[in-house]
């Protein structure tokens, strides 16, 4: 596969020019080609390169630069580098919370903070992940409805934070809750 998008890249250089907006998906996908094969070098550097070419084309204040910060973020989260992903990923949560007017409830904003949640589980800093995962649960529940997976995610990671700070009680709902997502 790599070879196909290597020599998509270079033929969509050689027409378009690096900075094109169709560069941006074939980086995207490209560096998630490269952390799938566990390149982290190859992958950062596509990731970056989006980055770029999105930040040149569309500035700092748009969608676009939120996911270049969430991939990114997943670059780093995939290679356990937990401080460089939640930067990454606080700063997508940003852009998203800019461009909604300050809501936080963005169609995008449950995925980040589901992500964020899951750094802090494995970091042990539970209460903090815990108020991610509550973010991503009004999030989704308000873009998806009940049935959305990331809505049952984010409760089965709640009722992990809940057990984790011994409030068991809640722990048991969320638990309760995951598991009628999923059914």
Not at 93 to 116: F, P, Q, R, T, V
Not at 140 to 165: D, I, Q
Request: glycine residues 6%; proline residues 1%; aromatic residues 16%.
């Amino acid at each position: 596969a790599e070879n196909y998008f290597e020599e998509a890249k270079s033929l969509y250089i050689n027409h378009y020019g690096e900075a094109h907006p169709i560069m941006i998906d074939l980086y995207y996908n490209l560096g998630h080609l490269w952390v799938k094969k566990s390149n982290f070098e190859k992958a950062k550097e596509c990731y970056e390169r989006t980055f770029e070419i999105n930040k040149k084309i569309y500035g700092d204040l748009h969608p676009n630069i939120s996911r270049s910060y969430f991939a990114l973020g997943y670059l780093y989260n995939y290679f356990q580098k937990s401080e460089l992903a939640l930067e990454n990923y606080k700063q997508a949560l940003e852009i998203e919370k800019k461009i909604n007017n300050g809501n936080d409830y963005g169609i995008k904003a449950g995925s980040i903070n589901y992500h964020i949640g899951s750094i802090h589980i494995r970091t042990k800093r539970y209460r903090e992940a815990l108020k991610h995962y509550k973010n991503s649960l009004v999030a989704n529940l308000r873009n998806y409805g009940n049935l959305e997976e990331e809505v049952g995610g984010a409760c089965y990671h709640s009722a992990l934070s809940y057990k984790a700070t011994f409030d068991l009680q809640n722990a048991i709902v969320m638990s309760k809750y995951s598991l009628d997502v999923y059914h």
